[in-house]
C-alpha cells in the first residue's frame, strides 16, 4: 500500500485542525447546529444504561488499546527483518519474505483471525503433547490468537512499508558509513534503521491508526474489547444506535489521541535539509 | 492418521455433499458487493472530491466531517451503524410518504454500507488526483470556453486518470476484503459461509484455506489487470524510474 493510500484510509496528523481555523463564521454556526444535535441525542435517547456499564466499558478500552499497541510493536519487530531481507536477503529468504507478505495483503484480516481461532484452535487438542505442554492454558484462551492474527498482518503491511524505506535510504549514506570503517551491524543500527525509520514514520503512523480500526475484528472470537462490552449492552438493552454511536465516539477519540501524539512525536525529531 | 482421512478433498465437490458450490456462490456474493460498493464508492468519491476542492465553504466542511469520521472509525463499528440506520432510516422515510416498510435484501444493504466507506476513502484519493493535473491545463480548458462539465468530461477525468489509478486499485483491494465484514452483520458471503461449512463439517482448516485461496485468487487476478490498466493510462509519460 502507497503513502497516499494509507492516508486516504486513515485520520492522519495533517488533518488536524488547528485553533485557529475554528473561529469562522460559518464554522461557529455549524458547531452550534451540531451541539444542538448532541443535546437532542442526549436529551431524546436513553442514556440511563451508561453508569451501570462505565467499568467494563473502561476496562474494555483498555483491552483494546493494550491489542493495538502490543501487536503494534510485536508486528514492527517482525517486519524490519521481513522488509530487510526483501532488499538485501538471499533468494531464499527474499522469496518466502514476499509470498508472506502477498497472501496476508491478499486475503482479509477476518479470514485469517477465524483460520488461526478455529483451524488451528480446533487442531491443537487433537496433539497430546500440545496438551501436555505449559502453553495449553494459554492456547485455551481467545486473546493469543487475536494476538497472533493483528501482529502477523500488521507484519505484512509493515513489512512492505520498511521494504520500500530500507530501499529509499540513499546509496551515499551507507557508503559513508562503509568508508568510516563502520561494520554492517554497527551500519545498519546507526544508519540504515534509523534513517529507513525516519522515512517510513509518517506511514507507520497512518498504519497504527489502522490498526486501532481492525482490533475491534478480535471481540468475534470472544476477546472482550470495547466492541465486546457494547455489543453485550446490546443485546441486555436491546438498543439499537445509542451504544452504537457512543461507540462511533469512542474509537474517534481514540484516534484523535493516537494522531495528535504521533504529530508530538514527528514534531521532536529533528529534520534539518541540506 | 491416515493422509486421506486429515484431510476430505470430497467436502469441497460442488455438489450437495460438498460444499464447494456453497462457497462459490458466497464467492459470488462477495465479488458483487465489492464491485457496487467500489462503484457506489467512486460515484461518491468523484462528487466528494470536487465538492471539496471546488464546493462553498459550508460543503467543504460536510465532507472533511465525512472522511473524517470515516478515516477515523473501524469500518466494522460503521458497518453496523450504516447497516442498521439505512434501513431504517429508508423505512421511516417510506413510512413518510405512507409507503409499507420494505424489505432490504442484504445484497443492496451490503454495497450501500461498502459504498459509503469506499466513498470517503475515494474522496481523498481522488482529490489528491485532481490536485496533481497541472492548473494550466484546466486553464487552458476554460479559456477555450468550455463549461464546467465539459472541462470536468474532457479534461479533469481523463487527466487525473494516471495519479488516481494506483490509489483507486488499493481501494479495489480493500473493498474485496472489507466484504469479509459484512459476516459480522449475517449476510452470507465467503467469510461467512465458510465459517458456516466448517462448523457444520469440523473441517476448520480446510474451509478457511480454501477461502483465502479464493480471496487470495481474487487479488492476483486483480493485479495482472490493474498492472495492464496503470500501463494503458500511463501511457505518454516520461518513464520515472
Known sequence: MTDETTHAVAFTPEDLPTAKSFFVPHRIVMMLVFAAFVVAVAVFMRWDWLPRYLPRLGWGILVSLVMLFSTAILGFLLAVPIGLVQVTGPWFLKLPAKIFCTVIRGTPLLLQLWLLYYGLGSLFPQFPAIRQSFLWPYLREAWPYGVAALTISFAAYEGEVMRGAFAGVPPGELEAAKAYGMGRWAMFRRIWLPRAIHRALPTLNGETVLQLKSTPLVATVTVVDVYAVISKVRQETFLTYEPLLLLALIYMCLTGILVVAFRTFENRIPTRGA | ?241
Open chain 2, 1 to 241: 492418521m491416515a493422509a486421506d482421512s486429515l484431510i476430505n478433498w470430497g467436502l469441497l465437490s460442488l455438489n450437495a455433499p460438498g460444499w464447494g458450490g456453497v462457497l462459490l456462490q458466497g464467492f459470488f456474493n462477495s465479488i458483487q458487493i465489492a464491485v457496487g460498493g467500489f462503484t457506489l464508492g467512486l460515484a461518491l468519491g468523484i462528487g466528494g472530491a470536487f465538492g471539496k476542492l471546488y464546493g462553498g465553504p459550508v460543503l467543504r466542511d460536510l465532507l472533511e466531517c465525512y472522511t473524517t469520521v470515516v478515516r477515523a472509525v473501524p469500518e466494522l463499528v460503521l458497518i453496523l451503524l450504516l447497516y442498521y440506520a439505512g434501513t431504517d432510516l429508508l423505512n421511516q422515510v417510506l413510512a413518510l410518504f405512507s409507503i409499507g416498510p420494505v424489505d432490504i435484501s442484504g445484497l443492496m444493504a451490503g454495497i450501500f454500507v461498502i459504498g459509503v466507506v469506499q466513498g470517503a476513502y475515494s474522496t481523498e484519493v481522488l482529490r489528491g488526483a485532481i490536485k496533481a493535473v497541472p492548473a494550466g491545463q484546466i486553464e487552458a480548458a476554460r479559456a477555450y470556453g468550455m463549461s464546467p462539465t465539459k472541462v470536468l468530461r474532457r479534461i479533469t477525468l481523463p487527466a487525473m486518470l494516471p495519479y488516481a489509478i494506483p490509489g483507486l486499485s488499493n481501494l479495489w483491494l480493500i473493498a474485496t476484503k472489507d466484504t469479509a465484514l459484512l459476516a459480522v452483520v449475517g449476510f452470507s458471503e465467503l467469510t461467512l459461509v465458510t465459517r458456516q461449512a466448517a462448523g457444520t463439517t469440523k473441517a476448520y482448516l480446510l474451509f478457511f484455506l480454501a477461502a483465502g485461496a479464493l480471496y487470495l485468487a481474487l487479488t492476483l487476478v486483480s493485479n495482472v489487470f490493474i498492472g495492464m490498466l496503470e500501463r494503458h493510462a500511463r501511457r505518454g509519460f516520461a518513464e520515472s524510474r
